[in-house]
């Protein structure tokens, strides 16, 4: 079986509203608030075009302070560190520590993948930073491939680029929308909830 991991919020910390409570303590006094301005900053296609490789840093920082009236030089410096903010979450990398080693033994794992929306700058960060991306039997960034999920093609570009037999291929994605794209092209797809319920839903796999 192939497993395939997205990384923010399943293997890295990914907390947008947390982030902007911290950075922005004038603008954003409670959870709802915090929401609310992930999404305008987060969910706007200006961070999508980021995510995808089409826009820089700097500009869509530029854009979205422009568009929103936050403080620059603030959202300079939270954009341009997200990449230090992305920490491991080690209940998950405890999981993907035993798939690894059943990979190594031939054990039910063969092979194991990434594909995760994430910027050129992070995605570069988190390869410098973190060894155990070497695990990987291949992956796919989206700032580096000019798609993102859940749109089907870089899916496809993974499942090409490897070889990847869709009925052995499981993905897994805290999105919903990312893991119904999967599963529409006959992958096997997990809903990730939380490190728990990930092994859980692995083991009734077999894995």
Same mark, same amino acid.
């Given at each position: 079986m192939n497993i395939v991991f997205d990384f923010g919020a399943v293997l890295f910390?990914?907390?947008?509203? #947390?982030?902007? &409570?911290?950075?922005?303590? =004038?603008?954003?006094?409670?959870?709802?608030?915090? #929401?609310?301005?992930?999404? =305008?900053?987060?969910?706007?296609?200006?961070?999508?075009?980021?995510?995808?490789?089409?826009?820089?840093?700097?500009?869509?920082?530029?854009?979205? #302070?422009?568009?929103?009236?936050?403080?620059?030089? #603030?959202?300079?410096? &939270?954009?341009?560190?997200?990449?230090?903010? *992305?920490?491991?979450?080690?209940?998950? &990398?405890?999981? *993907?520590?035993? *798939?690894? =080693?059943?990979?190594?033994?031939?054990?039910?794992?063969?092979?194991?993948?990434?594909?995760?929306?994430?910027?050129?700058?992070?995605?570069?960060?988190?390869?410098q930073h973190h060894p155990f991306l070497q695990w990987f039997d291949g992956g796919i960034f989206s700032g580096d491939v000019l798609h993102i999920k859940p749109a089907p093609a870089i899916y496809q570009l993974l499942q090409s680029r490897h070889a990847l037999v869709p009925a052995s291929t499981v993905f897994i994605d805290d999105l919903k929308p990312n893991v119904t794209t999967a599963e529409s092209l006959g992958w096997q797809g997990i809903h990730f909830t939380s490190p728990q319920q990930l092994q859980s839903d692995l083991a009734l796999l077999g894995l």
């Open positions: 910390t990914w907390r947008p509203g #947390a982030l902007l &409570l911290q950075t922005f303590p =004038q603008r954003v006094h409670t959870p709802e608030e915090a #929401a609310h301005l992930s999404h =305008q900053v987060f969910g706007h296609t200006d961070w999508h075009d980021f995510d995808r490789g089409q826009l820089d840093i700097d500009s869509v920082v530029t854009r979205t #302070a422009e568009r929103l009236d936050l403080p620059q030089q #603030a959202l300079a410096a &939270l954009v341009h560190g997200i990449g230090e903010r *992305l920490t491991v979450i080690p209940e998950s &990398l405890a999981v *993907l520590t035993q *798939l690894h =080693q059943r990979r190594l033994a031939g054990d039910g794992v063969t092979g194991l993948y990434y594909l995760s929306n994430m910027p050129v700058p992070y995605a570069r960060y988190l390869e």
